[in-house]
């Protein structure tokens, strides 16, 4: 008879042995290559290279407790999880540190909280437990769509007041991306991409003066390069200055010459390319992409509608996370204050990054689970 010590031990055992090493190896190699890259950046202020460190540790413990809880209790669990993070959201409005001319963190101690990154995987969770007993043929009736319009709108609108248009934006998108998998016909889309076209315009009218000046920057950055345009134009720099293959590790002269603004958050990628050059780069992007389609390959082993939505909604929204992160640094898209998952300096980031893919691995481990 093995003792209580014995069935623990095996049970935690097999619990980390069925994880999906896929995912836990490009884990590692994504935050091996954010240390390396936050290493040569650090020369002046060594406690953010301790402190990410401290962060990657604590998130891997995260990992790996969501990944061994069953999917099921994941599902029950999900518009409790999204009431809450909800509840976040209003408290920033009444007790949110204002940083930068906008209200979005929470201090609880250890770091602070943005509760508008919790949001995007709470929406995802929501709607996905929402879709999984929804019938096809009754998605698009209208007393269907009431409940989702509405999850996706609340924290939408919570967002937009800290304000936050381009985590209020990333959470409509990937929202949208779950309705649009869920089956809902395309006409609705349609309809919907039109209106928005329409609204367009009135909307600049209530955009905060920061952000009209992003969009006038994005489509003129040199109209003022010591100011606005400051970001992107020493960004596209110090890319440029990679080449081929980098100037070296600890070489970059944007990087550490002070010129690159944010080269350890937001424009860690710069900062990276800049060092290790366009093969590196790309090296870096097919990590990414490995991780994006090693997601996606786990929604199609599930057998519930609500892993395989979950698991979509997710890899999607590293894609946006990435896609707009480049395009951002690169000049292609408005500079929105969007970090790249896993590498970018963060509390709440890495945090909701590695929660996320904790879910993916739960949904694997138990891809054959009953919800009912």
Known sequence: MPSLNQSIFQFFFQKIKSLDW??????????????????????????????????????????????????????????????????????????GLVGKGAKRWLDIGLFNLQPSELMKVAVILALARYYQYIKTDEIDRIKNLVLPITLIILPFILVIKQPDLGTALFILLVAISILWLAGLKLKIFIFGTISLLILAPLSIAFLKPYQKERILTFLNPENDPTGAGYHVIQSKIAIGSGGLFGQGYMEGSQSNLSFLPEPH?????????????????????????????RIDHISKLSRSTFGRLLCFGISFNFFVYIAVNIGMVTGLLPVVGVPIPIMSYGGTAMITSMFSLGLVTSAKIHKDENLY
């Open 22 to 95: 896929i995912i836990l190896s490009l884990i590692l190699l994504i935050s091996l290559v954010s240390l390396l890259t936050l290493s040569s950046l650090d020369f002046d202020n060594h406690n953010i290279l301790q402190k990410h460190s401290y962060r990657i540790i604590f998130s891997f413990f995260i990992f790996f407790v969501v990944a061994t809880i069953n999917i099921k209790v994941w599902y029950k669990a999900s518009y409790f999880f999204y009431g809450f993070v909800i509840l976040l959201l209003i408290f920033v409005d009444s007790f």
């Open 265 to 293: 958050t937001d424009f860690i990628f710069t900062a990276f390319a800049e060092q290790f050059g366009f093969f590196g780069s790309i090296l870096l992007l097919l990590l990414f992409l490995f991780l994006i389609f």
